[in-house]
């Protein structure tokens, strides 16, 4: 195990910059997802740790020991790339075996291991086939286990799921946890599925055009987006938001909510936040899983657009213009469109945003 410190570190490629600067602490053992659009520089700072490229700026150490001038050979990681590097006139079983007879690896040993992982991997029935016949589902699960048989204590993924089906994207998604684990690596995968960076990593590091955005838990970045952009990256459906004004009433500090005609209130905590942000132009944000239905006729009424039943989920779009919202049921609420539905938000479910900036104004916590 090894704890990876990016420290500043900036990448241009000729007079652009596509890692703007990254700050970022990886611990031992840890599972961190570099989550993020295309684009915004989540390859760069892999192949930055795997040694495959120098930064411009800042420093890469492992466990307090500088990494420049460090060939990749000699950092002791294991990569797996979108494209899985698999020797095609080699069988299974020697593909899985390459990197510890490399190692000069005594073959008794070889053996053990190549038979384990296999049996990991369910690749053991495949072991005498030749490598170029097997489908693309096969080929990536033995690109992830030729790299983890030498057992690396830093294991750098780089979509390794993107080529493959979602069937086996949803199996191989438990399995690399477990393989992560058993061997207790860190790991690095990169990703731009919010939902496979949710469902492996123990934290997720969010980016966008070449800035670190927020790191935390998949719960932390989920329930607390630090801005506007990792609230719509993360979760699907994305935060609702409604473009709302801060308004003084009798009942203390409230979101106008301009055309919906209500005043939405907000704790006092969030209040006091606001007042200090200074901000007036607000958005109002909250997640499609905290909308409550109320049978009383209070709440916001909403017109009901559009009912999309996925198996035992009910996802009920609301609204129409600008205010649009997006409510997720785990039942069927028995809401078709047409018709009106009144809307309320589960106490402690409401962010606010400063609507120019996008940043969240948060609660002292
Ligand atoms: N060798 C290079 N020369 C010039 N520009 C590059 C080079 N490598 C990457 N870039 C640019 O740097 C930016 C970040 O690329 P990077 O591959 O890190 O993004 P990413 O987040 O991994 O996205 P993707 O999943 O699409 O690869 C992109 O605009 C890309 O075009």
Known sequence: MTTIHLNNLVKRFGAFTALKTMDLEIRN???????????????????????????????????????????????????????????????????????????????TEIDRRVKAIAEFLQLTPLLKQPSAKLSVNILQRLAIGRSAIVEPAIFLLDEPLSNVDAAFRAVMRTELKHLQRQFKQTMVYVTHDQLEAMTMADRIAVMDHGVLQQVGTPLEVYNDPVNLFVADFIGSPGMNRLNGRLAESDRGLVVDLGRLGRTAPISSDLAAAARHNGAREVVYGFRPERVLLSGSGEGIPLPVTFVERIGARTIVHLGDGEQRVKAVFDNNVGLQSGKTAHVAIEPGAIRLFDAKSGIAIREAR
């Open 29 to 107: 053992g840890e599972f961190m997802a570099l989550l993020g659009p295309s684009g915004c520089g989540k390859s760069t700072t892999m192949n930055m740790i795997a040694g495959m490229e120098s930064p411009s700026e800042g420093r890469i150490l492992f466990d307090g020991r500088d990494m420049n001038g460090v060939t990749m050979g000699r950092r002791g990681v294991g990569f797996v790339f979108q494209n899985y590097a698999i020797f095609t006139h080699m069988s299974v079983y020697d593909n899985l075996a390459y990197g510890l007879k490399v190692r000069g690896t005594a073959q």
